[in-house]
């Protein structure tokens, strides 16, 4: 027990509680969460004090709530995270008025110039790390302005919004992560809809890079406050979640060495050269030939971010322990198996029949481990024992319905 570490976060999904699990694995320690309603993820949790507030993403609420908390924890170090886009977005710019806590996370400066995925390309550009071929539109245009000759690729294309944060504050109910465009007029139908929502920012229109759940990678860094890289580590996805709003979550990652994705040294570079202070999360696609992609950068730790941990790196003792500065740079070598969908999902879900018996051999070698199957928070807590179950149960009727099972390679 270190009773003097307390971890503090925005938000309540599975991001806040895989990283109160890490915390308390690590310190022994209690997290507390604000959010603005209560999420079966963190419900009933021992590990967490978890209090709602409506309005805690109203950025003025946001600072006297924590304002507030730490006046009633004075002489604790007080580490504060986000774990939405949101939420990580309102402490960047606003961590310079809560001086009382601890904020690893990057400068407002930089996040005005990383942040927007066209900003971010812009990035990858000048520093050598290939993207999907993309073009950027700042209206609706039309539809003959958008056909595979002028766009340089091939339909079907994705549509996405460049700026995340903004997208999900304008909600409509026809409302996706992403999109697929078949022809020109589809894609002017998505954007348009995107655009009446009242979403301001650009829109990007990108290749489609072929390959299902497992061709996907997720790359995680923690850079200290100094802006040095001390620590990577590699998920190779076997599944995603495949409802309209979770679609690209990850489900279930295996871990791989780093030194197996060449473009990390690329990575690493970018985000010194750019004094990048904080957790940051990649997502990236094998292209076959083509090498391997970057799709976007989170500023924050990934909602998946407990596969870090399983596999011995820790991230509540990355922020403790290595914010502060150093020299050394972790990179994982150890193969793992995390996942929080049942176990069952993982291995019959994913299009990867080797990656399935590497899952299966992972798991019976006893490295494997499920976000929400902790046995402290579990053991006297029938409350969470039936909600971790219900959870898990709706994951296979989530994938029932949306992910048909996929033909094996």
Known sequence: ????????????????????????EAYGVKSYAF???????TKYSKIINFKIVPDIDNEETMLREL??????????????FGCTDDYAAMIIRRHR??????CPCPSEELYGSIQKKAEFYEMCEKHGIPYPKTAVFTSTPEAQDITA????????????????????????????KVYFANTPEEAVEIIAEIYASGYPDKMILQKLIPGGDSNMRVLTAFSDKNGKVRAMCLGHTMVEEHTPHGLG???????????DLAIAENIRKMLEDCKYTGFSNFDIKDAGEDGFKVFEINLRQ????????????????????????????????????????????????????ALSEKAKKLKAEGKSSCSLKYGFDLKLNPLRLVCVAE???????????????????
């Open 1 to 24: 027990m270190n009773n003097d570490i307390v971890p503090v976060f925005l938000g309540a999904d599975l991001n806040c509680y895989n990283f109160a699990r890490a915390f308390h």
């Open 35 to 41: 959010g603005r309603y209560a999420i079966s993820a």
């Open 67 to 80: 304002t507030a908390f730490a006046e009633q924890h004075k002489g604790k170090r007080l580490y504060l």
């Open 97 to 102: 008025e809560l001086p009382e806590y601890i």
């Open 149 to 176: 000759e002028k766009l340089g690729f091939e339909y079907p294309i994705v549509v996405k919004p460049s700026s995340s944060v903004d997208y999900w504050k304008h909600p409509f109910d026809t409302m996706k």
């Open 249 to 259: 979550n990850h489900a279930a990652i295996v871990t791989e060495p780093v030194t």
């Open 302 to 353: 990934g909602r998946s971010n407990y596969y870090v941990t399983s596999c011995g790196m820790n991230i509540a003792r990355l922020a403790v322990e290595k914010w502060d500065g150093g020299d050394d740079c972790t990179l994982n070598e150890t193969e793992w198996f995390w996942h929080h969908v049942p176990e069952s999902v993982a291995y019959e879900y994913t299009e990867d029949a």
């Open 391 to 409: 959870q898990l149960r709706r994951q296979k009727k989530k994938f029932r319905l949306y992910c048909p099972k996929p033909e094996r390679n």
